[in-house]
């Protein structure tokens, strides 16, 4: 499809499991963005890559958190010993990487950690 | 510090009528971007508008309208004549030049009701 893509969109893990979730940006999109949004709440910056390289972590909230974007386009988030309050929904945005553009979002991985 | 507050947790209106949600903001850059959002309940967030810092003008599109002021460091959104379809989360969000940490607000719920 033309939009934002992420997968799995339901994802349910056992406390201390790890899971990946996946990110397939618009096609030709420089920047690709995650962002986690707890029940409530606005999402919360996580990490920002332009094309394959990671320009910003700082919202990782422990190193139990990676991601990765290794060719530029698709990228994977991983969290590592999932914990209850890693509970949340995982979204993912890409942009041009122009200026400071429009976000274009996807529709997010609700991550339930039991 | 880059923040954005919205105050208004929750708003219910019938149909028809006009709305305004709130957005104030606090940030140290002289160049910034301001944001409107919507979530309906799938989950994506939907672009609405994107204003810069140097650009005061209010913007009209169709029932929309926002109103930037930077003397009180605040950008609304009015819904005139309000549907149903209208119904969801409304976030503000503040971008910086320098950076790509788009911050965003708590949200809004706006309920309309026919």
């Known amino acids: 499809g033309a939009g934002v893509s992420q997968s799995p969109r339901y994802k349910v893990a056992k406390r201390g499991q790890d899971v990946a979730l996946r990110c397939d940006p618009i096609s030709g999109h420089v920047s690709l963005f995650w962002y986690q949004q707890a029940l409530g709440q606005g999402p919360e910056f996580l990490t920002y890559f332009q094309n394959e390289a990671q320009l910003d972590k700082s919202g990782l909230p422990s190193d139990r958190f990676f991601a990765e974007r290794p060719e530029g386009s698709v990228s994977t988030l991983k969290i590592q010993r999932t914990q209850q309050e890693d509970s949340a929904v995982y979204l993912c945005?890409?942009?041009?990487?122009?200026?400071?553009?429009?976000?274009?979002f996807g529709e997010g991985s609700r991550l339930t950690v039991l | 510090a880059q923040k954005v507050t919205q105050a208004q947790t929750e708003i219910s209106v019938v149909e028809k009528e006009d709305v305004t949600l709130d957005c104030v903001y606090e940030?140290?850059?002289?160049?910034?971007?301001l944001f409107w959002y919507k979530q309906p309940p799938s989950g994506e967030l939907v672009f609405l508008i994107r204003?810069?810092?140097?650009?005061?003008q209010n913007e009209i599109s169709g029932r929309y309208s926002w109103n930037f002021q930077k003397s009180t460091s605040s950008f609304n959104f009015t819904i005139t004549a309000s549907q149903v379809v209208d119904s969801a989360v409304y976030f503000c969000a503040l971008g910086s030049y320098n950076n790509n940490d788009m911050r965003f607000g708590a949200g809004t719920r706006l309920t309309v009701k026919p």
């Open positions: 945005a890409s942009n041009t990487g122009q200026g400071f553009g429009e976000l274009f």
């Open positions: 940030t140290r850059d002289t160049t910034y971007y």
């Open positions: 204003r810069n810092s140097f650009d005061e």
